[in-house]
C-alpha cells in the first residue's frame, strides 16, 4: 500500500492476530488507501509497518469523581 507510505495516523484499536504478519491495528486518518484501491478514513496496518512518531504523546483522560 505504497500510498499510504509516510502517512501519519491514529491508532485506534487492535483488529487481531494475523498468522503471518502478527499484529493488526485500525488506524484513522482522512484519504487512506485500502488493499481493494478504494479510499476511506481507516486502515488496517500490520505492528510492522507502523512506526511511532517520538514526541507525541497520547491525550490524557479526565476523570471527575461523582456522588449519587
Known amino acids: 500500500m505504497g500510498k499510504n507510505l509516510g502517512r501519519r495516523v491514529r491508532v485506534v484499536s487492535l483488529q487481531g492476530e494475523h498468522s503471518k504478519l502478527g499484529r493488526i491495528w485500525r488506524c484513522a486518518a482522512s484519504n487512506l488507501m485500502q488493499f481493494d484501491g ?31
Request: without cysteine; charged residues 30%; proline residues 3%.
Open 38 to 68: 478504494s479510499y476511506n478514513d481507516w486502515a488496517d496496518f500490520a505492528a510492522s509497518w507502523l512506526q511511532k512518531i517520538d514526541g507525541v504523546k497520547p491525550k490524557e483522560t479526565q476523570t471527575e469523581e461523582l456522588t449519587a
